[in-house]
């Protein structure tokens, strides 16, 4: 257990909608770091926040967003959705950011049909 | 830019030989080098890290990993595979030490154990 928790465990919705999935951190971490994977794309890196402002920004498309709370945990926010947004969505944590290692959660499954 | 990257996509090995999954990362030396695991249908688990107090590096679970500069590489190995070690392996790099940096992940090796 890597002290890290992401809700849902698993999601099904339609094309066009939208969906918010969360993530609580390890305690004491103040950066938080969203991840797409999917089977042709691999691991992606969409979004990193510390400390409730947003750090870094990868391959996160326009219909995403993400924010942290001031309770550092984050939610990572899906809209308009496509059938190709199915994937399994991490989040990871780390004491900053720094490069240093993050702590992976066991990640939401997304399933758009 | 740093970047990664793996050799192989699927390896398979016989349980009790010798496992041995390849990392090579780009010219310049990175601050910090990972190995990371994933079992089906879970998250991925920090393995071992190099942070160039020492090259070679023991993990968990019996893994250890050896930085090599003039080769650019972070290969991991285990001695002696057990059916538990069937994974997927990503090698990971750091692009910075920055509150900004990220880390670099592999395209990932997936490890099959064969009885």
């Known amino acids: 257990d890597s002290g890290v928790t992401q809700t849902p465990k698993h999601l099904i919705t339609a094309t066009g909608q939208r969906v918010t999935l969360r993530c609580s951190p390890r305690?004491?971490?103040?950066?938080v770091y969203w991840y797409q994977q999917s089977l042709d794309q691999g691991l992606q890196f969409l979004i990193q926040?510390?400390?409730?402002?947003?750090?870094a920004k990868g391959n996160i498309l326009e219909r995403f967003s993400a924010q942290q709370f001031p309770d550092l945990h984050s939610e990572l926010n899906l809209s308009s959705l496509e059938l190709g947004d199915s994937a399994l969505y991490f989040c990871?944590?780390?004491?900053?950011?720094?490069?240093?290692?993050?702590?992976f959660g066991p990640g939401t499954r997304l399933t758009v049909t | 830019a740093q970047s990664v990257t793996q050799l192989g996509s699927h390896v398979s090995v016989s349980e009790g030989a010798l496992v041995l999954l390849r990392c090579n990362y780009s010219?310049?030396?990175?601050?910090?080098l990972f190995w990371y695991v994933q079992y089906p249908n879970q998250g991925l688990q920090l393995l071992l890290k190099y942070t160039s107090a020492a090259t070679l590096v023991k993990g968990i679970n019996g893994f250890e990993a050896e930085f090599k500069k003039s080769e650019t590489s972070f290969h991991l190995t285990k001695p002696s595979a057990h059916m538990s070690d069937a994974a997927e392996y990503f090698c990971a790099v750091s692009d910075g030490r920055s509150s900004a940096s990220k880390i670099i992940f592999g395209s990932g090796t997936r490890l099959s154990i064969r009885p």
């Open positions: 010219s310049s030396v990175p601050p910090y």
């Open positions: 990871a944590s780390s004491v900053e950011g720094g490069g240093l290692e993050q702590y």
């Open positions: 926040y510390y400390n409730g402002e947003e750090r």
């Open positions: 305690s004491g971490d103040l950066s």
